[in-house]
């Protein structure tokens, strides 16, 4: 069994983050497995800062593979990129458990790679000003955040390689919802003004004796 490498955190610049409920209350992926606490990253494959990050986990990843098992022949032979199991996936590409494309059920994950970061102790949520969050409606799909994470490798019985842990997440800014979430009020409803009240008055020119 290798050694188990863990490399140091990193903290993502601002990115838009997805599957955000388990960051409060831990969910197990499987059926069987732990729950844990779990993010979704969403890197813009057109931002260079957000890239180089991702460029960043995934050499974090290669190290992690060849510290753990330095035998080569002996290293799990598994995609960093790309594939349903990855560390990294493809929005674009990137088939689900299910077999059906990312896209096809999250069609803002277009032009993006994902990162999935998880863990078991529960992840620091904080404002701008390192304040802790509470309330979970606060951090939501499609909100910017930075993600502090570290990549490290495990071998089990059932699977060995890499994946990332979180360690804490700062709410950054509002972003659009994803899913579309609740319509704004003013595309919901007319501001008509004050509803018509029949005058039972109306062309009456003399008065009406009582």
Known sequence: ???????????????????????????????????????????????????????????????????????????????LVGETKSLIKDGDKTMGNDGVPLVEKNPEYAGHYLIRVSAKQKPVVVDRNRQEIIDPAVVYGGCVCKVNINVYSFDTPANKGVTAGINGVQFWADGERLGGGRPALESMFDAAGPAPVDDPFVGVTKDIPF
């Open 1 to 79: 069994m290798a050694n188990n490498v863990s490399k140091p955190a990193r903290t993502s610049p601002p990115v838009r983050v997805s599957y955000t409920q388990s960051l409060f209350t831990p969910k197990a992926f499987q059926a069987g497995q732990d729950p844990k606490y779990s993010v979704t990253i969403m890197i813009d494959k057109t931002n260079a800062e957000q890239m180089a990050f991702m460029k960043a986990i995934h050499a974090d990843a290669q190290a992690a593979l060849a510290e753990a098992w330095p035998d080569q022949a002996k290293r799990p032979r598994i995609a």
